[in-house]
């Protein structure tokens, strides 16, 4: 198995393909063994495990993973890469290839299909311009036992991050509703070729089997999410005034007393039994007309 993060064995390899990196594509190629072996390792897998990898790119984390998993299916959208794929993987005998756009897959389907009989789990080196997108779409799968993904710095920060906190938003609680993060390590960005502006960082989010909240309804809840956070430093009730028209302020001010929170509280402070409280106070106002 050829070392694809060695940059003399790269290097040549790109060339005698022809191959450019695209930019629109988001393509940095990790140069530095340990981080795929760590992400490997720190991911979780094992002989039981069926990974779906998004974007194996040359190969270095998906030849990491096929040491230790039962099988790979790695989805990649540059059909460029084929010849090289075909070359470092080579003797990778339980990885299949898949080409194509993941988001424009039924992924619980693909994982039933592709990797029956094993715990499903997720990795990816995720190109920052299409990583909420894709964790999107592999959370709401809800078919895998934890997602480790590679992502920018301040993405994994905001995923991870605590309620009140300057990282904290929407985006941290509908991760969090699904998962439990956890950060794992840093990536420099001399660790990549070409070297992007941004430090990355390796994040898991193992799912949740059950969730400690009573929501009555999850629609509710995400729309009370994300008008929480659509005027931050403003009281919530200005948020929920502006999100659900249909309350008016006199009514969010009545819902937030009757879930026991102060008149002048700010969304960004609240954590998801918080939200899950208010959401059902207006469901049940609802319910009630």
Not at 140 to 150: D, G, I, K, R, S
Not at 174 to 194: I, N, S, T
């Amino acid at each position: 198995m050829i070392n694809v993060c060695d940059i003399q064995v790269m290097k040549p390899l790109l060339a005698a393909h022809g191959f450019h990196f695209s930019k629109a594509k988001g393509q940095n190629f990790l140069i530095a063994p340990w981080v795929p072996e760590s992400i490997a390792v720190e991911s979780g897998v094992t002989a039981d495990v069926g990974v779906l990898e998004i974007g194996p790119g040359i190969g270095p984390l998906t030849q990491q993973l096929s040491r230790k998993a039962g099988k790979v299916c790695a989805v990649e959208v540059d059909e460029r890469l084929k010849p090289i794929l075909d070359i470092t993987l080579e003797g990778c005998s339980n990885v299949e290839l898949l080409w194509g756009d993941v988001l424009k897959q039924d992924i619980p389907a693909l994982v039933k299909e592709k990797l029956p009989g094993l715990r499903p789990m997720a990795c990816a080196n995720l190109p920052y311009y299409i990583t909420s997108p894709i964790l999107t779409a592999l959370l709401e799968a809800e078919c895998f036992e934890a997602v480790t993904v590679m992502v920018q710095k301040e993405v994994a920060q905001r995923i991870a991050a605590q309620p009140g906190s300057a990282d904290y938003s929407a985006f941290t609680v509908f991760c969090q509703y699904y998962a439990q993060p956890e950060l794992l390590f840093d990536v420099p960005a001399h660790c990549f070729l070409p070297q992007p502006k941004v430090t990355s960082a390796v994040i898991t989010l193992r799912v949740r089997k059950e969730r400690p909240w009573e929501i009555a309804d999850t629609g509710i809840f995400f729309r009370v999410v994300r008008s929480s956070f659509a005027m931050r430093r403003k009281k919530l009730s200005n948020g929920l005034a502006s999100g659900f028209p249909e309350l008016g302020k006199a009514e969010a001010e009545e819902i937030l007393t009757a879930c026991g929170l102060p008149e002048n509280v700010r969304g960004e402070t609240l954590g998801i039994p918080e939200f899950a409280r208010i959401a059902n106070e207006i469901c049940r106002r609802r319910e009630s007309r």
